[in-house]
């Protein structure tokens, strides 16, 4: 073989074995690890929003909170039930018209065990609504949609007799 077929296989190697290994430049590096941040931020955020939420959702399905020292709303609910999710919805609205101390909110949601016992212990089924005074009893049953401006003065002649006075 002639010198110049042989310095033509070794530049032509060369040229291969720099092309399995990227140059990295140190710009590349940077964007590398903005993006890296960026992403290691996002899944941060969502975590901790995810938190929040879970947190929230486990004390809305305490019963345990009943009898604690404030009124409380219960809805008795079926998360598949179209008519309970309006309930909520407008129940939610109307409790927006208080402050946050004034009335808890729980939910006895009925596909779990202690919603379910809640339920049945009362005699009530979904698309029902119980409020409890503070040391909780029983005070008030309404059963079924109601619309916000429907529940308000329920919820307030409820909080006025068993909380204070209403916001």
């Known amino acids: 073989m002639s010198k ?30 903005r993006n890296g941040g960026i992403g290691a931020a996002v899944l941060a955020g969502g975590g901790y929003f995810g938190v929040g939420s879970y947190r929230a959702y486990a004390a809305e399905h305490d019963l345990n909170r009943l009898g604690q020292g404030k009124p409380v709303v219960v809805q008795v609910h079926d998360p598949q039930c179209p008519t309970c999710t309006a309930l909520q919805k407008q129940t939610r609205k109307a409790l927006k018209e208080f402050g946050e101390c004034d009335l808890v909110y729980l939910i006895a949601d009925i596909n779990t065990p202690e919603g379910q016992a809640f339920a049945v212990r009362h005699g009530v089924g979904n698309v029902t609504l119980m409020l409890f005074d503070p040391e909780g009893g029983l005070q008030r049953t309404v059963q079924g949609m109601r619309s916000q401006d429907q529940l308000l003065p329920i919820l307030r002649d409820h909080q006025d007799a068993y909380g204070g006075v209403s916001s």
């Open 4 to 33: 110049s077929r042989k310095s033509q296989k070794r530049k032509s190697k060369s040229k291969a074995s720099r092309a399995a290994v990227p140059d990295t430049s140190r710009r590349d590096m940077l964007k590398l690890l």
